[in-house]
């Protein structure tokens, strides 16, 4: 025969307490599971699987998702990937696009026109300016030998973009800018004026007696219409733009070189 236990008064209150807490959430484990388990369509034999599968992808994206804000996190601390602060002075250089500067101005390009996915590819006409081939879109549309150069900080990074290309149409008189964009972590520090006063000079020193762009009214373009404005590119041209019952109108501009 065992020994009996005699508990206080207390303890066995606090036995009572843990026990009918133990029992209550153990009913609860029980009714869900139930609740749940009729809301699984399928045969009955196959519900407590599919359950468990739901339940594992479930933890498994959890799992990711916190990993990656860790290393997100991670990359933040290291300097890859932190913004520069709006107050401090950013020093750049503008470059010529090339092989080791493509990534980080394909990145910043379409950073700087999501607003026009998918119909926009400005990160396919960088690549293709550096190959022989030219790009079918940019040939098809009569956009010739196209340059393109990237405002790139001390540590690399890209930070803008900008270039200039020929139409057929008009190659003898005038450029056209290209993919003029700016990281948005890099806005409002002069790095845009500095890019569309570089493209004014190429053109000029190219022999060009106008250079040329398109824009359009969209919100997310309402910065370079200022810009544009206060370097001199004037609207010489409105039309409706191609994506019908837009609203949209693209605008073109000039400025005369000489
Ligand atoms: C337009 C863009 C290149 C400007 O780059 P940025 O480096 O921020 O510009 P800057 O700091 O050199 O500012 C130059 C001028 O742009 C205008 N500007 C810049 N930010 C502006 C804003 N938030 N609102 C209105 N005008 C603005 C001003 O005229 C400014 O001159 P100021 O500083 O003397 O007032 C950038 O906003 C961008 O990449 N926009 C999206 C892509 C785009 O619209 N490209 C042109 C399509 S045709």
Redesign the pocket.
């Known amino acids: 025969m065992g020994e009996k236990i005699s508990l206080t008064h207390s303890e066995s209150l606090l036995h009572e307490e843990r026990t009918s807490v133990t029992a209550w959430f153990q009913e609860v484990l029980r009714e869900t599971h139930a609740r749940v388990r009729d809301c699984v369509p399928g045969p009955a034999e196959y519900k407590d699987v599919a359950l468990v599968v739901a339940a594992g992808t479930l933890a498994a994206g959890v799992a990711c998702r916190a990993l990656m804000l860790r290393g997100a996190t991670v990359l933040e601390q290291r300097g890859l990937s932190a913004p520069i602060a709006a107050s401090s002075r950013l020093e750049y250089s503008i470059v010529p696009l090339s092989r080791e500067n493509l990534a980080g101005a394909i990145q910043t390009v379409n950073e700087?026109?999501r607003?026009g996915w998918p119909y926009l590819r400005p990160g396919r006409d960088l690549r293709a300016s550096l190959e022989a081939t030219g790009c079918p879109r940019t040939v098809a549309s009569g956009e010739l030998n196209a340059k393109y150069w990237v405002a790139v900080d001390k540590q690399n990074r890209v930070l803008?973009t900008t270039g200039i290309y020929e139409m057929a149409e008009d190659a003898a008189e005038a450029g056209w800018?290209g993919?003029?964009?700016?990281?948005n972590a890099?806005?409002?520090?002069?790095?845009?004026?500095?890019?569309?006063n570089h493209t004014i000079e190429a053109a000029r020193a190219e022999g060009k007696d106008f250079l040329r762009?398109?824009?359009?009214n969209h919100r997310?373009?309402?910065?370079?219409?200022?810009?544009?404005?206060?370097v001199g590119l004037k609207i010489y041209r409105t039309e409706p733009h191609f994506i019908p019952f837009s609203g949209l109108k693209i605008h073109y501009r000039e400025l005369k070189l000489h």
């Open positions: 700087s026109f607003h803008g800018v993919w003029l964009g700016v990281g890099y806005r409002g520090h002069g790095v845009g004026r500095a890019l569309i762009l398109y824009t359009s997310a373009e309402v910065a370079a219409q200022s810009l544009y404005d206060s």
